[in-house]
């Protein structure tokens, strides 16, 4: 009772500012001389790897020195940022409890409002997430403030709500839609002159050398080239707490067991164990709560494989993901960070978002993703897979840089 009362006041403290915003944006106007750019991430800057790689691509390919004000739900410090993004500030205030009045002064203050649409444009993971988002582009045309939002992805089922606020802001705003099935999807309620077909903006994301040099990278390097000089095939191994908390712990962990298992039955592998987040998700455990679990089992039976706890974000475990012959991944950000090297992905797939992906390469979906839910029943997509590795190696080397190309729309159209 007590937190239902909770959330009908956040909702009612919510939408008491957005009018409120709506009405003063009548009369505030942009600073002509503002030379800031707000970005708002896909997530809180608190664990999510992808989250790191989109903001350093936007970093390296867009800012180009401006000063950049990242607008996180609470406080956060980023020391690890120091390495890879110069002249960044951390703001809070973007949550469940968002005051749009405050917002809108803020925005008065910026060049641009970016916003990272990534996989939280749709109300997958929480309506006011999506709409919220939508309402900061709205605010920001409204007082003449530029506004864009990075290449996103929509599912199957994308919420009517979400729907009718994407129609009423693409009037100000052209939507970028970061993959082929989505842009499908979305042309059936906007118009298509209305509509980019980009890419994922982490596939610019540059390669930061000095974010992963360190002892531990050094030991793993020496791990990879002993395992190569030794004739075996490094699978750089990612799985999804997200996953694991929707069909249960114990069953997707016995799941990914299966899975790694069918495929040391075809082939000589060894395992690099990964993670593209490190927040706990399912209960107290995160990707790499898991991926520990996985390491201990495996090298338990004999079979080579490395993990370290060390790595601190996405840019930095690109460095890893370099060294691997492939990946298999729950996390579509990691199989990104894989493809940028020319290297295959085996996509533990949900929601609609690696499809559309793959295809990009001129790889078939059929034969490289398996449902997260499904992975006991991985020999048939195993063998597809492994037989036609060299085909879909060759597709992804081929198509790698037209698909960076691209990319780069995320940040040449409005």
């Known amino acids: 009772m007590m937190n239902n009362f909770k959330q009908l006041f956040k909702g009612l403290y919510v939408e008491f500012f957005w009018s409120l915003a709506l009405f003063c944006s009548l009369f505030i106007k942009a600073k002509k001389s503002a030379n800031k750019i707000l970005v708002l991430p896909a997530a809180n800057l608190n664990g999510g790897f992808g989250e790191d790689i989109m903001i350093t691509s936007f970093m390296n390919n867009f800012a180009n020195g401006t000063p950049v ?14 390495t890879i993004n110069k002249n960044i500030e951390f703001i809070d205030g973007f949550n469940d409890r968002v005051n749009f009045l405050k917002l809108l002064l803020l925005i008065k203050n910026c060049s641009l409002v970016y916003v990272i649409g990534a996989d939280i444009m749709d109300g997958t993971y929480r309506v006011h997430n999506s709409i919220n988002r939508l309402r900061v582009i709205e605010l920001a045309h409204r007082i003449g403030v530029k506004a864009q939002i990075s290449g996103f992805s929509v599912s199957k089922n994308i919420l009517p709500v979400v729907k009718a606020k994407f129609i009423q802001v693409a009037k100000d705003v052209k939507l970028k839609i970061r993959d082929v099935e989505s842009y499908t999807r979305m042309k059936d309620f906007i118009a298509t002159d209305r509509l980019i077909l980009t890419n994922d903006i982490a ?8 974010s992963y040099q360190s002892n531990t990278y050094n030991d793993y390097k020496l791990w990879a080239n002993t395992v190569k000089a030794n004739g075996k095939t490094i699978i750089g191994v990612c799985p999804n707490a997200i996953q694991a908390k929707k069909i249960g712990f114990e069953n997707y ?14 082939g000589d592998y060894a395992f690099v164990f990964l ?29 080579d494989c490395f993990y370290t706890d060390q790595i601190k974000n996405g840019v930095e475990l690109k460095g890893y993901v370099s060294l691997v012959d492939f990946t298999i991944t729950g996390r579509m950000h990691l199989g990104i960070s894989g493809l940028t090297f020319s290297k295959p992905m085996f996509g533990v797939s949900y929601a609609n978002k690696f499809e559309g992906m793959v295809k990009l390469f001129e790889v078939d979906p ?18 597809l897979f492994t037989k036609n590795f060299e085909s879909i190696e060759n597709s992804v080397k081929k198509n790698i840089q037209k698909v960076k190309l691209e990319t780069s729309n995320n940040y040449t159209h409005g």
């Open 69 to 82: 004000c990242i607008l996180n739900g609470f406080r956060i410090v980023r020391e690890d940022y120091k």
């Open 203 to 210: 596939f610019i994301c540059p390669d930061v050398p000095a």
């Open 253 to 266: 962990l016995s799941g990914f067991k299966q899975l790694l298992e069918g495929f040391l039955a075809v």
């Open 275 to 303: 993670y593209h987040d490190i927040r706990p998700i399912c209960d107290d455990a995160s990707d790499s709560t898991i991926s520990h679990i996985l390491n201990d089992y495996f090298k338990a039976k004999s079979v």
């Open 366 to 383: 059929n034969i490289c993703l398996i449902d997260y839910d499904k992975l006991s029943e991985s020999k048939e997509k195993i063998q």
